[in-house]
């Protein structure tokens, strides 16, 4: 698959693809099609066959959430890789297809690892390398069908396939598709309905409970997420410090200037026996920041930060807190989040939490806030 830039008539950006259906379907990756879907006007699709045929393409469906698309074409052919129905084992060989950094059709042998544990989205591990322009390439059982679709490199023989079934599902949504469909209106509902459903079920979900230094704290808040900590304990430092962060792994490429699906939570106890109050309270002062967004920094895609800040009573004492938002200009009720809150009943010790998101909805990420906020208590 090829973008071709209008103006020059030049490829802009390549892929892989290919055919899953005698009427001219033609499956690939949601990013390789990306650039005409933010900007129809300047560029046009083109299918570039292994047999040489060459003829344009046509964006019939998307799934932006697990990075999908579905062109048609003209050319209608038996010659089609049929969808495979049936589970593979750990250390079966799969094969996957493609072009590889624009050299020709390339077939890389390797070994099928399972779906990815306790990921946001299912991606199955595959031990082979993937490469630039391999993306929206398929990845074959030994029998000749599909059972995933390449999408990423993870390192040296570490990459990742969309499970086959994902395809399916947005084969049969493409039955029902109309031609001049509202793309941008279509990746605004899946990215609404995808976070409503992520942080529902992460504010259902028990929350367990952990020490920190002198706090408790929530346990990890969704299995999908990673957590991991470290301690300060330098002597010159006149403090010590006990971190945990947690984060979501997985994100949704939505442009090369956009991507959402962000989550990140960190819990900080400091406490010092050396500093002064007025020292102490700087040191608290100079923590107390938001994180920043790697996400986009495209004016042209979001709007300023808009910033609350203020003491809050909760059960666990008081707490300096600010929020932050900004909203998305091309996608409605979708917003990045930031929430930083300080303790300040204590001069010798004290807790920092920081929240964060990308693609949120305002309510979601107040009920998320609030949670995490209100699940800090002080151990003594």
Not at 71 to 97: C, K, V, W
Not at 121 to 130: E, V
Not at 132 to 153: C, Q, R, T, Y
Request: net charge negative; aromatic share 10%.
């Amino acid at each position: 698959m090829q973008v071709i830039d209008i103006a020059s008539g030049d490829k802009y950006s390549i892929g892989s693809g290919f055919l899953v259906s005698a009427k001219g379907q033609v499956a690939t990756n949601f990013h390789v099609v990306s650039s005409y879907v933010h900007e129809p006007a300047k560029y046009r699709l083109e299918y570039l066959g292994s047999d040489g045929a060459r003829g344009e393409a046509r964006l019939s469906s998307i799934d932006v959430v697990h990075d999908l698309a579905i062109l048609r074409i003209e050319q209608h052919t038996d010659a089609f890789l049929p969808l495979a129905d049936g589970e593979l084992q750990n250390g079966n060989r799969i094969y996957s297809m493609g072009n590889p950094l624009d050299l020709g059709m390339t077939i890389i042998e390797g070994t099928y690892n399972g779906l990815v544990e306790n990921s946001r989205y299912r991606k199955i591990l595959f031990s082979g390398s993937l490469n630039a322009g391999m993306s929206g390439g398929p990845a074959l059982n030994e029998d000749g069908e599909v059972i995933g679709i390449n999408v990423s490199k993870g390192g040296e023989q570490i990459s990742f396939l969309v499970p086959v079934n994902h395809l399916g599902a947005l084969l049969a949504r493409d039955e029902l598709a109309v031609e001049d469909s509202n793309f941008r209106q279509d990746i605004n509902a899946a990215l609404l309905q995808d976070q409503n459903s992520f942080y529902q079920e992460l504010l259902g979900n028990e929350m367990t409970r952990r020490n920190l230094g002198d706090l408790e704290i929530p346990q990890k808040l969704q299995d999908s997420l990673k957590c991991w900590g470290h301690t300060v304990d330098e002597e010159q430092a006149k403090y010590e410090a006990v971190h945990q962060h947690c984060r979501a792994e997985d994100q949704i490429y939505i442009s090369p200037s956009l991507y959402v699906g962000d989550f990140n939570y960190d819990f900080e106890f400091i406490e010092s026996a050396e500093l002064n109050r007025f020292q102490f309270y700087t040191l608290v002062q100079g923590r107390f920041t938001h994180r920043n967004f790697l996400n986009t920094n495209d004016e042209d895609e979001v709007t300023e930060f808009r910033c609350h800040t203020d003491v809050v009573g909760f059960d666990s004492g008081d707490w300096k807190v600010s929020n932050c938002f900004r909203a998305y200009r091309n996608y409605t009720d979708l917003y990045d989040g930031s929430m930083t809150m300080a303790s300040v009943d204590h001069t010798d010790r004290a807790a920092i939490v920081k929240v964060s998101a990308t693609g949120i909805s305002l309510e979601n990420a107040r009920a998320v806030f609030r949670r995490i906020a209100e699940s800090v208590r002080w151990i003594r």
